[in-house]
């Protein structure tokens, strides 16, 4: 059964930095995509980026030119750097991993890293 692990997480001031990593433990095959979610407390799960296989890569307005996502294929695993951090990046941040099982696409997740910016 195929599980996402994720690392990275933490306490960190304004304007600090912080790499979350994902790793898929297990065989899996034919992913199309792997990319992070967060959620703050009271709020929805929002998208935050994206690595669609293929090298595509999409990111939200609220993160772009601070945040890079990153793809090592070979290992399975997700990079998202995080850079210039501000108090409203404060969430639980999810992998999500989407890849064939059969004729469908099946969607996974991480069980979620903590990222707390505060000064």
């Known amino acids: 059964q195929v599980q996402l692990v994720e690392s990275g997480g933490g306490l960190v001031q304004p304007g600090g930095s912080l790499r979350l990593s994902c790793a898929a433990s297990?065989?899996?095959?034919?992913?199309?995509?792997m990319g992070w979610y967060r959620q703050a407390p009271g709020k929805q799960r929002e998208f935050v980026a994206v690595?669609?296989?293929?090298?595509?890569?999409n990111y939200a307005d609220s993160v772009k030119g601070r945040f890079t996502i990153s793809r090592d294929n070979a290992k399975n695993t997700v990079y998202l750097q995080m850079n210039s951090l501000k108090p409203e990046d404060t969430a639980i941040y999810y992998c999500?991993?989407?890849?064939?099982?059969?004729?469908?696409?099946?969607?996974?997740w991480g069980q979620g890293t903590q990222v707390t910016v505060s000064s």
């Open positions: 690595s669609i296989s293929g090298g595509t890569t």
């Open positions: 297990g065989s899996i095959f034919g992913i199309n995509s």
């Open positions: 999500n991993v989407v890849h064939r099982q059969g004729s469908a696409m099946s969607a996974l």
